[in-house]
C-alpha cells in the first residue's frame, strides 16, 4: 500500500448519465471510489448512471457535485488533465503509468480530470493543472471512451496497491530428478522392446533427444505418475 | 517493434454484436487488429457490432469465423485463457503486463481467448491454453465486461511495441496448437482402446489432466512428431 490516499476522479461536464455509471464501475474495478462531478449537463442525480454502474452504487451515491473544476480540486494538490491531444500548455506529459507512479509516491491526495465525452477538456480545465496525463494511443485510430480511459488509468493505480490480489500459482514443483528418470527408463525400456532405437549408432542421439523433451515441461510427481500409468497401459494393454 | 507478430483476439462465444464491435474498437486503440470469433451466439456478420465498433471498422471486416477454439487456435503456438476466476486447472497464472511481456519475447503467434459475457471461458476452453491470464482486480468488486478486458490487454501489448528488443533465441518455437492436437488425440485414442479411461465419468477430467499436461513443455513441432513416433512405435511395435 501506497502512503498516498487514492486519487479523485473528476468527470467535467459529462454529458450522458450512462457514462458516468461505466465510469463508477471501471474505477470501483480498480478500487478507486472517491468520484466527483463538474457541472453534469443531465444534472445530479442522473437515473441512467445506475444500471451502467452495474453495482458500483456506493461511488454514484458519494459522488459530490461542484460548479467549477477550481472548486472540485481545491483540496487536492496535484491535478493531472487526461487529454489526448496535445494543448498549446506547455506542462509535463506523462503516461498512465507515470502518472500512477507519482500518485502513489506524492504525498497529499491527486486529482485526476477527464472531459465531456466529445470535446474533451477545455484550455482552461487544462491549465488548473499540473501535469498533463495522456494515453499512448494508435495514432492512426485514437478512439476511447470516457471510461476507457477512467479505466486504463485506475487500473495502473491499483498495481501498485495490495488490493489486487496476486495471482497465486497453485503449480506443483517439478518432480524430483530420480522419479523423472524412472518414467524415462520405463519408456525407454518399452521403446526399445518396440525397435524404436534403429539403427543401434542413433540411439544415444535418440535417447537424448528424448530425455530433453521430457525434462522441459517440468511435470510434477503428480503428473509424472500420471504418465507412468500411461505408459504402463499402453504396455499392458486391458481393454475393458 | 518486437519480432513477435502482434497477439490474435479470440472472441469465444460472444454474445452481443454490441460487444464484439466495443472489442474491436478497443483493439485498434491500441493497434491489435487481428480478431477471431468461435461460434458467435448471434452469427456473423452482426449488424449491431458496426455501430459500436466506432470506426474500428477494419478489424470487424477482417474478423474470421471458427467452429471451436481448436480450430481458432490451429495456427498459435502460444495460447492466452482470460479468467477470472480460478478454475481446477494448474498452469501458470500471469496479470495482463507479464502476458505482454511474454507474447513479445515469443517466437510464434500468441492468441488471447476471450469467453461469453456472462460466463466466461468453459473448463474445456482454458484447457487448450498454456497460461491463463487474470487481471487483478478489487476482490469486492469485479466487473470487467468483455470490452474493458481486451483493452487492458491489448493496452499492455503496446507498450512494449515502442521498445526494441528482438529475441535473441535459438529456441524452436512451440508446435502450432492443431499439431499439439493431433498429437493429444492420437494419445487419447491409444489409451481408449487400452481401457485407460475408466470409470467412464472420470473420462472428461483425466483427459483435461493429460491435454493439462501435454501443453505444458511447449514442445516445438519436431519434438512433437518426436513423441507422435513415440506413440505409433508403441501402437504398432515392430520388434526387431
Redesign the interface.
Known amino acids: 500500500m501506497s502512503a498516498a490516499p487514492p486519487p479523485v476522479i473528476i468527470l467535467v461536464r459529462p454529458q450522458l448519465g450512462e457514462n458516468i455509471g461505466k465510469a463508477a ?2 474505477m ?4 478507486l471510489t472517491e468520484m466527483r462531478l463538474v457541472s453534469p449537463r443531465d444534472g445530479w442525480p442522473n437515473p441512467s448512471a445506475g444500471p451502467a454502474a ?3 452504487d456506493i461511488v454514484l451515491a458519494n459522488a459530490r457535485v461542484y460548479e467549477s473544476v477550481a472548486e472540485a480540486t481545491a483540496d487536492c494538490t496535484h491535478v493531472y488533465a487526461t487529454t489526448v491531444r496535445k494543448r498549446g500548455v506547455t506542462k509535463p506529459v506523462v503516461t498512465p ?1 507515470e502518472a500512477a507512479r507519482q500518485i502513489r509516491s506524492d504525498v497529499g491526495r491527486s486529482a485526476l480530470l477527464f472531459g465531456p465525452e466529445r470535446s474533451g477538456l477545455e484550455t482552461d480545465d487544462v491549465a488548473v493543472a499540473r501535469t498533463i496525463l495522456t ?4 495514432p492512426e ?5 470516457l ?2 480511459a477512467v ?2 488509468v485506475a ?1 495502473e493505480w ?2 501498485g496497491e495490495a ?10 514443483p517439478p518432480a524430483p530428478q530420480g522419479e523423472l528418470d524412472g518414467m524415462i527408463t520405463q ?1 525407454e525400456g ?2 526399445d ?4 532405437f ?1 539403427p543401434p549408432d542413433r540411439t544415444p542421439v535418440t535417447k537424448r ?2 530425455r530433453t ?1 521430457l525434462t ?4 510434477s510427481a503428480q ?1 509424472v505418475r ?2 507412468r ?2 505408459l504402463s ?2 504396455a499392458k ?4
Not at 485510430?141 to 471512451?145: A, K, M, P, Q, T
Not at 488490493?163 to 506443483?172: G, Y
Not at 494393454?237 to 475393458?240: G, K, T
Open positions: 464501475r471501471a470501483l474495478n480498480f478500487g452495474s453495482g458500483a503509468e494515453v499512448p494511443i494508435n485510430f485514437g478512439s476511447l471512451n471510461a476507457q479505466i486504463l487500473y491499483s498495481k488490493l489486487a490480489s496476486p495471482p497465486s500459482t497453485e503449480i506443483e519408456l518399452m521403446l522392446e518396440a525397435g524404436f534403429y533427444t528424448l523433451m522441459k515441461p517440468a511435470w503428473e500420471t504418465m500409468g500411461v497401459t499402453l494393454p486391458r481393454p475393458r
